[in-house]
């Protein structure tokens, strides 16, 4: 059974940094492309980032590039999400995912606040 932990999140004031963590589970980690997407109230949830099983694709919403960092370790079962120069617009909650067999797995989320 898939799992994906998130945690991390936080309250952060505007021009700060935190780093989410998803811990995966339940399937082979190193094989799977992992995606972080968000959820801001009242919005449709977006994606923000995505990387490949090996790490060698990166990519980036435009309203985050230059600002977040996905990574991943393999050997943790993990895959970050290095968010730097924090806006009040960042604020959501913040979902890990992966596909199985075409089906998108989530985890519970974890909510960052950017507020002074």
């Known amino acids: 059974q898939v799992q994906l932990v998130e945690s991390g999140g936080g309250l952060v004031q505007p021009g700060g940094s935190l780093r989410l963590s998803c811990v995966a589970s339940g399937f082979p980690f190193s094989g799977a492309g992992m995606y972080w997407y968000r959820q801001a109230p009242g919005k449709e949830r977006e994606l923000v980032a995505l990387i490949s099983s090996t790490g060698s694709v990166i990519r980036y919403a435009d309203s985050v590039k230059g600002r977040f960092t996905i990574s991943r370790d393999n050997g943790q079962n993990t895959v970050y999400l290095q968010m730097n120069s924090l806006k009040p617009e960042d604020t959501a909650v913040y979902y890990c995912?992966?596909?199985?067999?075409?089906?998108?797995?989530w985890g519970q989320g974890t909510q960052l606040t950017v507020s002074s």
């Open positions: 995912s992966m596909l199985q067999s075409g089906v998108r797995r």
